[in-house]
């Protein structure tokens, strides 16, 4: 995952978030929180760490492209992709396929539920129990580090300016906040401050809800936790004033960030990647490492390249596509 995109592609340089700098982010927090709320950290911390093993390159861009290829072939998902890594994909045991992980570590990689293949009995166990604290906690704490981490990588990359986040009531709240504190402080730090202290908001009201919702629904083991879940009781939500602060926010990102001509100028690019290289292995699927042509026959070919194709990161993928000749490099 060191080289996959988060918001921006390796091509364009080193100091951006990358899916694995994300995925550590995002299990630093659920553990933390875990041990805050009494919970077992070592499965939140599993949990985050698992949760984007099945991304695409090029990130978001990357799942929309090879989902519409595999559009009546199977379909791709990265959550079920992550799955079918854990389960299937790795090998390290004689004796059985997939990785030596526990139900709940699991059913918390299965958080968008939907029809998981092979795995229908993991599929009705996850609808029968739902998932657990440490699972709904760390879904959360992903959108915590990325909402918090794209807008620092989008200010270190000038795409975004500090005025442009002031009519934001977190940002503006938190910034003036910092200044405050730090008078003399260089600006770069006093962004990094803001940031810090925005992130370190949304914890704070996230355990206090939390703790609040536990209490208020007398939750004291699993069994309680399922009855609320079939119940449709939201257990881990942030407080609705800060629920559309985020909300605020991630409409801002999508907007000024996401959607920025020059993030869709990479992304466009990560799809001409790899719906060519798709093409070609599709067409010649030889040219495939052996490890993936010796299962064509039981898994059929669209699932094995979409397999390889997901495996790869966009530094691989990007090379592999003009070693072939299939494209030029990406140019800004």
Same mark, same amino acid.
């Given at each position: ?89 790795? @090998? ?16 918390? %990689? ?28 760390? #879904?959360?704490? *992903?959108?915590?580090?990325?909402? @918090?981490?794209?807008?620092? *990588? ?15 009531? %977190? ?14 402080? *260089? ?21 206090? @809800? ?13 069994? *309680? ?20 602060? %985020? ?59 979409? #397999? ?25």
């Amino acid at each position: 995952m060191e080289y996959k995109t988060q918001v921006f592609i390796a091509s364009i340089g080193d100091n951006y978030r990358t899916r694995l700098t994300h995925t550590l982010e995002v299990s630093a927090l659920a553990r933390s929180v875990a041990v805050a709320l009494g919970l077992n950290p070592y499965l939140a911390e599993n949990i985050a760490l698992a949760h984007d093993l099945g991304h695409a390159p090029f990130g978001h861009a990357g799942q929309d492209k090879l989902s519409e290829l595999m559009r009546g072939k199977g379909g791709f998902e990265h959550n079920k992709q992550s799955l079918r890594i854990v389960q299937h994909l790795e @090998n390290r045991y004689a004796n059985f396929r997939g990785l030596n992980l526990c139900i709940e570590t699991l059913i918390g %990689i299965m958080k968008h539920g939907g029809d998981y293949g092979d795995s229908a009995d993991l599929l009705d166990a996850r609808k029968s129990i739902g998932p657990s604290l440490e699972a709904l906690i760390t #879904d959360i704490c *992903d959108s915590i580090a990325y909402n @918090n981490h794209d807008v620092e *990588d989008g200010l270190e990359s000038g795409l975004i300016q500090p005025e442009d986040l002031s009519s934001l009531k %977190i940002w503006d709240h938190h910034f003036k906040k910092s200044q405050e504190k730090f008078p003399s402080t *260089d600006k770069k730090l006093i962004l990094r401050e803001t940031v810090r202290s925005m992130m370190n908001s949304m914890v704070a009201d996230f355990l206090e @809800n939390i703790e609040s919702n536990l209490k208020q629904y007398s939750i004291l083991s699993r069994e *309680d936790l399922t009855e609320t879940w079939k119940e449709g009781i939201k257990i881990v939500t942030f407080s609705d004033s800060m629920q559309m602060q %985020i909300g605020e926010l991630k409409k801002f990102l999508t907007e000024k960030l996401y959607k920025h001509p020059e993030v869709t100028m990479l992304s466009d690019f990560g799809k001409e990647v790899i719906e060519v290289l798709f093409i070609y292995f599709e067409k010649n699927p030889k040219k495939m490492p052996e490890s993936y042509t010796s299962r064509i026959k039981l898994e059929g070919l669209h699932r094995v390249v979409c #397999d390889y194709i997901a495996g790869m990161t966009d530094r691989y993928a990007e090379e592999i596509a003009i070693d072939l000749e299939l494209l030029s490099p990406f140019q800004e």
